[in-house]
């Protein structure tokens, strides 16, 4: 285990991520293959983010049915996508379950004691049901942050040792959750994997983080992130599940609150699904790469017989200055 500094938690808000891709904004959209995208709820949002380098623009869009059931093999001739109602030529079609760096952010704080079991299954199901290929890691909190380096590696392929090593760590202390998701996003950076993501498991209280939840909010949206939150409620004072809500929406994730009828098991295999359920679209942008100004993005399927179809995708991105960027080389990977 590498414990965190707080020095280093607040250096990263004094700096942009290296993006080797886009920063966006806004919530998801979807569309019937005829009709421009209405808003939909927040926590039925679409999978992936938007990257892009100098020459390519890569789209992750899922598809889905009237029933919600995903659609697979359709072929680059079914899609067409606009950049600011200009029509793109794609040069980039993938389907395919491709790996993904994910970091497991888990409360071990003093409040997450009555829940351990079902935080240990829900890191347990996640990564069980993962691609082996998958890069994982995990940070834990409580009063402090410390990331999991796991046989001497910044990044797992193991399910049995992340469990090994949720289940070895108790519930103490305060809660430093901001700290520990600016630390989970940091780390992010290290990954190989082209989609990347965090996954919170917590009530959502925080009473020992310096940094506050609009500056972790800043740094979120300011990301190529993905935050799905598994939000675990009993009655503690202290517990706020709309801070996690909140940070979820802003990244096009999806936080869930687990009922009665529903266990952290399903729900952690319903984000490794998640993940994984898309096509991959991808494009040169026309605009100059000097132009930060944000782009819309619109996709549209037409797939005769296969009925009225939803596209889920982020509407939008903002290209990165790279004058603004920070490499911050050789942290958080040792």
């Known amino acids: 285990m590498i414990p965190t500094t707080r020095q280093h938690n607040l250096a990263l808000l004094s700096c942009c991520y290296p993006l080797a891709a886009l920063l966006l904004l806004c919530s998801p959209a ?24 100098s020459a390519l623009v890569a789209l992750p869009v899922r598809v889905t049915d009237t029933k919600g059931n995903v659609v697979s093999g359709l072929t680059l001739q079914d899609f067409s996508v606009f950049e600011d109602g200009r029509p793109q030529k794609l040069t980039l079609f993938q389907q395919e379950d491709a790996p993904v760096t994910v970091g497991l952010v888990v409360d071990h704080s003093r409040s997450m004691g009555p829940k351990l079991a079902g935080v240990i299954a829900a890191v347990s199901a996640f990564a069980h049901s993962s691609n082996p290929q998958d890069e994982m890691f995990v940070v834990d ?15 797992t392929h193991s399910a049995d040792d992340l469990e090994k090593e949720i289940s070895a760590v108790s519930a103490r202390g305060r809660t430093a959750l901001y700290d520990a998701v600016s630390e989970g996003l940091n780390h992010l950076r290290f990954g190989h994997c082209e989609k990347k993501a965090l996954i919170i498991v917590s009530d959502g209280g925080d009473n020992a983080s310096h940094i506050k939840f609009s500056q972790i909010l800043d740094l979120a949206q300011r990301s190529q992130v993905l935050i799905y939150s598994i939000i675990l409620e009993g009655d503690g004072q202290e517990e706020n599940p709309g801070a996690l809500r909140k940070l979820s929406k802003s990244t096009s994730g999806i936080s869930y609150s687990p009922s009665s009828k529903e266990t952290i098991a399903s729900i952690s295999a319903l984000i490794a699904r998640d993940l994984r359920d898309q096509y991959t ?15 819309k993005i619109l996709v549209k399927v037409s797939a005769p017989g296969r009925g009225n179809l939803r596209v889920r995708y982020r509407p939008g991105y903002f290209a990165v200055d790279a004058s603004h960027s920070s490499a911050q080389s050789g942290k958080g990977a040792s």
Do not use: C, M, Y
């Open 30 to 53: 979807v569309t019937g293959h005829s009709q421009s995208p209405p808003s939909t709820p927040p926590d039925s949002a679409a999978s992936a983010t938007i990257s892009v380098n």
């Open 141 to 155: 909190f409580n009063d402090d942050v410390w990331l999991q380096i796991l046989g001497g590696k910044p990044f």
């Open 281 to 295: 679209l991808g494009f040169a942008p026309e605009k100059s790469a000097n132009d930060l100004s944000f782009r």
